[in-house]
């Protein structure tokens, strides 16, 4: 088996210390995410050194969610009748022998030395046995050896080549993503997220049977992911093991390109911005499953075409990452918030959406918190230097457009400026005056806030006041009837600029209004 040296080819690191390939956007980020080996974050987890105790069984530990990988492979297996049932030859048995109970080192010597006949090995226990405990034994060794050492699942891409395709090791895989057992159902989705994102083998020949192979496996376990985080709940959080096994394959299949491909044609960049709303993030698992989502997103930002799509298309992600980073607390979320931003920097119009946002003042109140991760500081400072430049060279005008098109707004000076209103109400008209119709769209959106929501009023009476036109073509465009409905609003001062705006909509002669009132 070959390898490439460095780049999207190069084999991926180890899970527990992701690191993203050569990009042209690197970043110092080093996410921590849960050894795919125990989800400490789920269960607590028995020290390694325990083995099955007497008194529970192996199902009562799936059960309870406490089985770890030293727990099934203490379990004595009876490899000699699997030979003796002709399942397997005298070389495989010796072969299992070679590796069973023994240290991790000299497992990865042992199929370093024999890789594709381990990985056929293991292919036809699978599929000649449906014993649970096989399933298990293999599942939590190839765990251990892919965690320890990557590129051995390279092994399970020259078994394909090397055959032509006639070999296919991930189809008992898949096949076990059906078992009812939580343990399988975990290291399944992991194991298959792991081989399908591995990308470091250069087959001697190209094969296009073998290329069809692992294409279509690819399109149907990233359809099956994404079907399973569509059915999520923001508001709820992650609680069910299935979304929990779902999340965490799909932080695997992101890792490498071909993953991000995958993900991204399977429309499944909507589907991950849109689980980034909808909850409070004050609960453990609404907080959880907001970092592996936006774990999810940075790692897609290594892809251009999907750098590009989260700044061109209309997600509004570049905001609520903003919103992310200034409204929550854990380190974790806004290091991976931070990182995704950076990675944008530079493309299409990220950066000036940034500064619409109100990103600079965002990062003025970070640098004043004590922060534990230094990749954290760093960041905000590569953002703020950035940010800065972009600032200083965008007008008035520019700022605040960008500030409606984020959806998200606050008391910035031009909202309040005389001299911003007197100066730029004619730019309202640009572009079939699409930052006014945009302010319409504020007002009438249920997912507005409360502060964008009074902001939005106050500024589409400020236009209707200063503008000759204003009270006309705001009333065409539709302003009235969902400034009228915020009159009845819960929030004070969401209607108090609504009833403001809809006075200036109604009335035409301001000068007698005044002197009236």
Request: charged share 20%; with cysteine; glycine share 6%.
């Amino acid at each position: 088996v070959q390898y490439s040296a460095s780049g999207h080819g190069g084999p991926q690191p180890p899970v527990a210390r992701v690191s993203i390939p050569n990009h042209t956007r690197i970043s110092p980020l080093k996410p921590r995410i849960p050894h795919t080996s125990n989800f400490s974050h789920l269960r607590e987890i028995m020290p390694a050194a325990v083995a099955l105790s007497p008194q529970v069984s192996t199902a009562s530990r799936i059960k309870q969610g406490s089985l770890t990988n030293a727990d099934v492979l203490a379990e004595q297996m009876a490899w000699p009748t699997y030979q003796a049932a002709g399942i397997i030859s005298k070389e495989q048995l010796e072969m299992i022998y070679a590796i069973d109970k023994k240290p991790l080192s000299v497992q990865i010597a042992c199929i370093e030395k024999k890789g594709v006949a381990y990985v056929k090995l293991i292919t036809t226990l699978l599929e000649g046995i449906s014993k649970e405990e096989v399933a298990l034994y293999f599942l939590a060794l190839l765990d251990e050896l892919s965690s320890a050492k990557p590129s051995l699942l390279m092994y399970f891409h020259a078994a394909i080549y090397e055959s032509k395709g006639e070999c296919d090791p991930v189809v008992p895989l898949v096949k076990l993503l059906t078992r009812p057992s939580l343990y399988i159902l975990e290291k399944a989705t992991i194991l298959v997220a792991k081989v399908l994102s591995s990308t470091g083998y250069i087959p001697i020949a190209p094969d296009a049977n073998a290329e069809d192979v692992l294409s279509q496996h690819m399109a149907e376990f990233s359809d099956s992911l994404m079907i399973t985080i569509k059915s999520i709940n923001p508001s709820e959080g992650i609680e069910a093991p299935k979304v929990v096994y779902a999340l965490a394959g799909l932080q695997q299949l992101v890792f490498a390109a071909p993953g991000r491909a995958a993900i991204l044609s399977k429309d499944g960049l909507p589907s991950l911005v849109g689980l980034m709303g909808g909850g409070s993030y004050t609960s453990h698992s609404a907080v959880q499953l907001l970092y592996q989502v936006t774990f999810c997103l940075w790692s897609l930002s290594y892809s251009d075409d999907a750098a590009l799509a989260m700044v061109t298309s209309k997600l509004g992600l570049v905001a609520k990452l903003i919103d992310v980073v200034k409204s929550v607390q854990k380190e974790k979320v806004v290091r991976v918030a931070l990182a995704t931003l950076k990675n944008l920097l530079g493309v299409a119009s990220a950066s000036a959406d940034m500064v619409g946002a109100g990103m600079v003042k965002v990062l003025e109140l970070l640098q004043q918190r004590k922060w534990a991760d230094e990749d954290i500081v760093a960041d905000i400072e590569v953002l703020s230097s950035a940010l800065e430049v972009d600032l200083q060279g965008m007008s008035s005008w520019e700022v605040y457009a960008k500030e409606i098109a984020s959806g998200k707004l606050e008391w910035t000076p031009s909202h309040k400026s005389d001299n911003f209103w007197n100066h730029n109400f004619r730019n309202f008209e640009a572009r079939e005056y699409e930052v006014a119709k945009k302010l319409i769209d504020l007002i009438g959106q249920e997912t507005s806030d409360n502060l964008t929501l009074a902001i939005a009023c106050h500024d589409i009476a400020e236009l209707v006041k200063i503008h000759p036109e204003g009270r006309r073509f705001m009333a065409q465009f539709g302003a009235k009837k969902p400034t009228m409905a915020l009159l009845k609003h819960h929030d004070p001062e969401v209607q108090k600029y609504a009833l403001t705006a809809v006075q200036r909509l109604m009335v035409i002669n301001w000068e007698f209004m005044s002197k009236g009132s």
